[in-house]
T-cell receptor, first 113, second 116 residues
Framework: GQQLNQSPQSMFIQEGEDVSMNCTSS?????WLWYKQDPGEGPVLLIALYKAGELTSNGRLTAQFGITRKDSFLNISASIPSDVGIYFCAGLISNFGNEKLTFGTGTRLTIIP | DGGITQSPKYLFRKEGQNVTLSCEQN?????MYWYRQDPGQGLRLIYYSQIVNDFQKGDIAEGYSVSREKKESFPLTVTSAQKNPTAFYLCASTEGQGALGAGELFFGEGSRLTVL
């Protein structure tokens, strides 16, 4: 089945630093999505990307849909304490009415005081 | 405010017992889903339902059962046949536009099940 390789698995950064994480796959996707999960909560959608090459921002967050349709990255600028959590990428493929959503394994972001 | 409510948040079960996790939404969404989350793994789909009285198996349906008698409700039963039930369970919904609503899922806060 499809697999998403998300890296890094964890990050330890200081407040104010920029963050970059990415997802790669051997398969193509029609849509890339980035979710954030706070401890003990359900994931919340941050950004959705629908076209290859698309670059989308949401406040301090910027995400891109790779040209090959097999990868995506998420950048967070000037990190703040509330950025702590687990970030998941997800890829959606739609073929003839059949859809499948695959999640990455997550990047755990920790901010060092 | 609209949202998805899961209960209970924490649940302990003895081996061999069935347990039912509740999921209620007031978003008027047609499609609802159950995912399982284990440490260091991506979310895995257990069951989903696109419409009342209909549901489909996901990738890891064995040992689980669901029902969809009302649009607002999609309870998940973890049966004694599930070999490794200890996990964090997430319920989600989407507005539609295909089975997965273009991937834009609204999640509940989750239920953590521990088998003793």
């Amino acid at each position: 089945g499809q697999q998403l390789n998300q890296s890094p698995q964890s990050m330890f950064i200081q407040e104010g630093e920029d963050v970059s994480m990415n997802c790669t796959s051997s398969s193509i996707f029609n849509t890339w999505l980035w979710y954030k999960q706070d401890p003990g909560e359900g994931p919340v959608l941050l950004i959705a990307l629908y076209k290859a090459g698309e670059l989308t921002s949401n406040g301090r967050l910027t995400a891109q849909f790779g040209i090959t349709r097999k990868d995506s990255f998420l950048n967070i600028s000037a990190s703040i304490p509330s950025d702590v959590g687990i970030y998941f990428c997800a890829g959606l493929i739609s073929n003839f009415g059949n859809e499948k959503l695959t999640f990455g394994t997550g990047t755990r972001l920790t901010i060092i005081p | 405010d609209g949202g998805i409510t899961q209960s209970p948040k924490y649940l302990f079960r003895k081996e061999g017992q069935n347990v039912t996790l509740s999921c209620e939404q007031n978003l008027n969404h047609d499609a609802m889903y159950w995912y399982r989350q284990d440490p260091g793994q991506g979310l895995r789909l257990i069951y989903y339902s696109q419409i009342v009285n209909d549901f489909q198996k996901g990738d890891i349906a064995e040992g689980y059962s669901v029902s969809r008698e009302k649009k607002e409700s999609f309870p998940l039963t973890v049966t004694s046949a599930q070999k490794n039930p200890t996990a964090f369970y997430l319920c989600a919904s989407t507005e539609g536009q295909g089975a997965l609503g273009a991937g834009e899922l609204f999640f509940g806060e989750g239920s953590r099940l521990t088998v003793l």
